[in-house]
């Protein structure tokens, strides 16, 4: 079975652009959670959706947006990009979002976005 | 905000020797305790997992972990190291109140283990 897939696995931006990152699910997964691992610590939350709703978000400014499609596929929008975000966004997926707390969540390999 | 903390940055065996690694949270209710590892060049990988039941917990390749509620602690052990443990070991915590972001991980910084043959 095909994991968590997220593209593109590398990109270079520069200061100002906008980035859009896409990420599909495991099959039958309704849940999308996107995190950002800055190089040398663990990942940090930025938004949870489900059912193609924003169930959480994490401490980070509005320039970052997200949303689900009704094939629970998720993008994570970044706009005005600055160099602190340059890092490795990582995609979850799990099971559900609210009911089924035992659903552990899986990863994608990221995306690796540098900025210039 | 809730923490974790993951105490050692590097950990450095030869193979055989014994690993445990230190696993801290701060948040007083109910929760949901993961470690996860990433080998070189890959995704992060679920080793186990603790929701509820048995404090003591087995993962895949060996490794155990304990919860102990009163230290607010989830150690990950394992009593042989292997050269192909060689990884980064991540300590992440759900919190499984009700109402809670069930979506929501917090990480540790991770622990970089480095096994010598």
């Known amino acids: 079975d095909a994991g968590v897939t997220q593209s593109p696995t590398h990109l270079i931006k520069t200061r100002g652009q906008h980035v859009t990152l896409r990420c599909s699910p495991i099959?039958?997964?309704?849940?999308v959670s996107w995190y950002q691992q800055v190089l040398g610590q663990g990942p940090q939350f930025i938004f949870q959706?489900?059912?193609?709703?924003?169930?959480g978000r994490g401490n980070f400014p509005d320039r970052f947006s997200a949303r689900q499609f009704p094939n629970y596929s998720s993008e994570l929008n970044v706009n005005a990009l600055l160099l602190g975000d340059s890092a490795l966004y990582l995609c979850?997926?799990?099971?559900?979002?609210?009911?089924?707390?035992?659903?552990?969540?899986?990863f994608g390999d990221g995306t690796r976005l540098s900025i210039l | 905000a809730q923490s974790v903390s993951q105490h050692n940055h590097h950990v450095i065996l030869s193979e055989a020797a014994s690993l445990e690694l230190g696993c801290n949270y701060s948040y007083g209710g109910t929760v949901n305790l993961f470690w996860y590892v990433q080998y070189p060049g890959q995704h992060l990988q679920l080793l186990l997992k603790?929701?509820?039941?048995?404090?003591l917990v087995k993962g895949i390749k060996g490794f155990e972990a304990e919860f102990i509620k009163s230290k607010f602690s989830f150690n990950l052990r394992k009593p042989s190291v292997q050269w192909s443990d060689t990884a980064e070991y991540f300590c992440?915590?759900?919190?499984?109140?009700?109402?809670?972001?069930?979506?929501?991980?917090?990480f540790g910084r991770g622990t970089q283990l480095t096994v010598w043959p």
């Open positions: 979850a997926s799990s099971l559900s979002g609210t009911g089924g707390r035992s659903q552990p969540q899986h």
């Open positions: 992440a915590v759900r919190v499984a109140d009700r109402g809670s972001t069930l979506g929501r991980l917090y």
């Open positions: 099959s039958g997964h309704k849940s």
């Open positions: 603790y929701f509820s039941g048995d404090p």
């Open positions: 959706y489900y059912e193609k709703e924003e169930r």
